[in-house]
């Protein structure tokens, strides 16, 4: 069973840009949920979402965005790139929305904003 | 104060010892407790997973959860350099919530 993929795996991008990063959950898992991880504040939960619907926030700002498609893969977006969104962003999918469920990480997307 | 505290203070040991790492958090609501483990360039895979307070053993792994002090520890026993990574411990709510609260995480050497 293929693993949680991530396009793609390396970005960089300069401040005031946007940038998309994409997410392919595990085969029939329908949950989707996005981290930052910065070595200053460790992983941070960005958004969920469940059969296309958000369905959990973080307390991020509204440059960030995220959608997920019918076939549960998501895309998320940061508009006007600040320095401080060089990160490692990952994606976790899962089969159910229970705090029980084990949530399986990709690899994540290296950003980098010069 | 962040929910989930974990001293990321690096740690090195030599092959063999055991590894002690530990975790207090502040929202009691916090249901599931996990121990995540993270090798360079990778994304965290699940190491220890546990819902109640105690203990929770699997191979040279072991998993305390004491609710009642708000305080997790993950203990690695007969250490192997292979241990070397990452380790994160994180928490979620309740049934019908997927976010993950983390901690920092700390770095561990084995030393051969």
């Known amino acids: 069973k293929a693993g949680v993929t991530q396009t793609p795996r390396y970005l960089i991008k300069t401040r005031g840009q946007q940038v998309t990063l994409s997410c392919s959950p595990i085969?029939?898992?329908?949950?989707v949920s996005w981290y930052q991880q910065t070595p200053g504040q460790g992983l941070q939960f960005l958004f969920e979402?469940?059969?296309?619907?958000?369905?959990n926030k973080g307390n991020f700002p509204g440059r960030f965005s995220g959608r997920q498609f019918s076939n549960s893969r998501s895309e998320m977006n940061v508009s006007t790139l600040e320095l401080g969104d060089s990160a490692l962003y990952l994606c976790?999918?899962?089969?159910?929305?229970?705090?029980?469920?084990?949530?399986?990480f990709g690899p994540g997307t290296r950003l980098t904003v010069l | 104060q962040k929910e989930v505290e974990q001293d990321p203070g690096p740690l090195s040991v030599p092959e063999g010892a055991i590894v002690s790492l530990n975790c207090t958090y502040s929202n009691s609501a916090f249901q599931y407790f996990m121990w995540y483990r993270q090798y360079s360039r990778k994304g965290p895979e699940l190491l220890m997973y546990t819902y109640s307070s105690g203990n929770k053993e699997d191979g040279r792994f072991t998993a305390q959860v004491d609710k009642s002090s708000k305080y997790i520890s993950l203990f690695i026993r007969d250490s192997q350099p292979s241990d070397s990574a990452t380790y994160l411990c994180a928490m979620s709510l309740y049934y019908g919530n997927n976010r993950l609260a983390f901690g920092k995480g700390n770095q561990v050497v084995v030393i051969p």
């Open positions: 085969s029939g898992h329908r949950s």
């Open positions: 976790a999918s899962s089969s159910g929305t229970s705090g029980r469920d084990e949530q399986f």
């Open positions: 979402y469940f059969s296309e619907t958000q369905r």
